[in-house]
């Protein structure tokens, strides 16, 4: 069974970095897609970015564009968020969540299989 293990998060000042690791177990990385998720109270769950395993193609939510980063290592089996210039709105538990098959035509769904613990991210004004 794939296991997602998010690591990272932190209380940080507006303006500051953090760089947050997911590392799966008994996932291939060959023909799927991974993700991360952010979820702050009282505002629906949000896909923050998603990288598909195999082409290494990339997509941001308009809220952090230009300034998260998703890469991954697929020797060492793990994704990560690189965020800089976090302001306030970025307070939330983000998840690290995988889909382990792409669509019929390569893409990544919609629906992630896994979902990590989730780390909190709290950024002060």
């Known amino acids: 069974q794939v296991q997602l293990v998010e690591s990272g998060g932190g209380s940080v000042q507006a303006g500051d970095s953090l760089r947050l690791s997911c590392a799966a177990t008994?996932?291939?990385?060959?023909?799927?897609?991974m993700a991360w998720f952010r979820q702050a109270p009282g505002k629906e769950r949000e896909r923050v970015a998603r990288?598909?395993?195999?082409?290494?193609?990339?997509l941001y939510a308009d809220s952090v564009k230009e300034r998260f980063t998703i890469s991954q290592d697929n020797a060492k089996k793990e994704v990560y968020l690189q965020m800089n210039s976090l302001k306030p709105e970025d307070t939330a538990m983000y998840y690290c969540?995988?889909?382990?098959?792409?669509?019929?035509?390569?893409?990544?769904?919609?629906?992630?299989?896994?979902w990590g613990q989730g780390t909190q991210v709290t950024v002060s004004s």
């Open positions: 008994s996932y291939s990385f060959s023909n799927g897609c």
């Open positions: 969540a995988a889909a382990t098959r792409t669509t019929y035509g390569g893409n990544c769904p919609g629906e992630y299989n896994y």
């Open positions: 990288i598909h395993n195999r082409s290494g193609s990339t």
